[in-house]
Structure formats: structure tokens, C-alpha cells
């Protein structure tokens, strides 16, 4: 991410040189998350809760828990505003949903190793005024926020965006696997929390910066779901089935 300090050239204290990077593309999002709303609930009950929190424009960094399968279409089809979210990139290797996962504007994250590329395509949304998904817990699992990798506090620092919080309930069964679907006819509630604001920090930023920005968000994440779970009258699924909790 870093760019050394080359000569005549002060150090960079703005985003990353983004310029040349395409923004992901936007035609799906705008075009078809209408019809696919109408498709999924047709299976599931889907209630959306305090949409009223996110902002009607500008960058955003929307940063949910992770307990099922279904938790990145729920994010970029029911959220209202468009959402490219970071994306495991082995899912981009099928393909049928590859290509579809590109045309639906989604971003590949290798997740073994530092991935600067989807750094700068994500930061690049950021830039052009529009909203980026992550996953702080980095891979599916009981969904309480135990879990908290630095991401979502490095956007927000080094964008300014503002991150909205959001609580899947119900998009995995109690006791289902990996790749299990919640049950025909499922309540699935989606929550958004309370904007948790930060100011921007131009480049360089320390390791020192990011790690208490995180733990600030982390911190307002939890309470933003401990107000989901409140709001719902609902509790989280609970650990995986299989022991291969690493997706």
C-alpha cells in the first residue's frame, strides 16, 4: 500500500494513486437487485430494519457480521444503495458465478496474503462517492464479532467514509454447516446500526492508528448488534456444524 518517497516528490498524504483503476462494474447492482428481491422473497421473509441510517450519498463502508452462505447477495441485493463488497476470491474461479460475480460489480480479496489490488479497487468505490462491503470476522462462523480483523478501520481512515454497521439474523439455520441455506420460508432480518465515524488520516498511517481505530469500531459494532439482536427479539445461530470454520 505504501509508496516510498521518490525524488522531487514530497510523501503522499492523500489515497493511493487510483486514477488508472476502472471503478467495478454497476449495471447488475442498478438493474436487476429489483427482480432478485422479488425472487428470494419468494423463499425467505426478509425484513430490512433502520435503513434510515445510511446516508443517501457519499463513500461508505458497510461492515457485516458473516453467519451463512446468503449473507453477500442479501448485503449487494436488499441494501439500498449499491454495495461492492470484498469477496473471497476462490468464488470468482466457477465459471458461471465468476463472470457473473465481475458484472455484479463484486471486488476479489485473496485472503492467505496482503492484497493490494483489491485494496486499491476498493478504495477506489470509496473515491468515486459510492459503498464498499466487508467482513470483519473474515469468514463465516457464529457471527458474534469475536472474531475482528483491521480492514473495515483501515477504510474508514484512509477514505473518511463513514461505516454503517449490519446485522444478519436468520440467514443460517441454528446448527447448519458451511454451505447450508436457511430453511423455505425463514425470517431473515437485516440491521443497520448507527453510522461509526472517523476523520481521515492522510498516508502514511501507522499500524498504531489503524489497531485503535478498530478496536473503537469494534466496540461500537458489538453494541450495534447486541441493538439488532434487542430489536428483533432474536438471537444468533450459533456455532457451525462443521468443524471447518474457516470460510
Do not use: C
Amino acid at each position: 500500500m505504501s509508496e516510498g518517497t521518490q525524488a522531487g516528490r514530497s510523501p503522499r498524504t492523500d489515497l493511493p494513486r487510483l486514477e488508472e483503476i476502472e471503478h467495478p462494474a454497476r449495471w447488475a447492482l442498478n438493474h436487476i437487485n429489483g427482480f432478485a428481491r422479488w425472487v428470494i422473497r419468494r423463499r425467505y421473509d426478509v425484513q430490512l430494519h433502520n435503513t434510515g441510517n445510511i446516508p443517501d450519498s457519499g463513500p461508505i463502508v458497510f461492515a457485516s457480521n458473516h453467519v451463512g452462505i446468503i449473507d453477500g447477495p442479501l448485503l449487494a441485493i436488499f441494501t439500498p444503495r449499491p454495495v461492492h463488497a470484498l469477496t473471497k476470491s476462490e468464488m470468482f474461479d466457477h465459471w458461471f458465478l465468476g463472470p457473473f460475480l465481475h458484472w455484479a460489480g463484486q471486488i476479489p480479496l485473496y485472503r492467505l496474503a496482503s492484497d493490494p489490488a483489491a485494496v486499491k479497487l476498493a478504495l477506489r468505490v470509496l473515491r468515486g462517492g459510492n459503498a464498499m462491503g466487508i467482513y470483519p470476522e473474515g469468514r463465516r462462523g457464529d457471527g458474534d464479532l469475536v472474531r475482528f480483523n483491521r480492514g473495515a478501520a483501515y477504510f474508514a481512515l484512509a477514505s473518511g467514509a463513514p461505516v454503517v454497521p449490519v446485522t444478519m439474523i436468520g440467514s443460517r439455520d441454528p446448527g447448519g454447516d458451511l454451505s447450508s441455506l436457511p430453511h423455505a420460508g425463514a425470517r431473515i432480518d437485516i440491521v443497520y446500526g448507527e453510522p461509526f465515524r472517523v476523520d481521515r488520516v492522510g498516508w502514511p498511517r501507522t499500524k498504531e492508528q489503524v489497531g485503535h481505530v478498530s478496536g473503537l469500531l469494534h466496540q461500537h459494532m458489538q453494541v450495534q448488534q447486541d441493538h439488532a439482536l434487542a430489536l428483533t427479539g432474536r438471537q444468533l445461530p450459533g456455532p457451525l456444524s462443521s468443524k471447518e470454520n474457516n470460510d
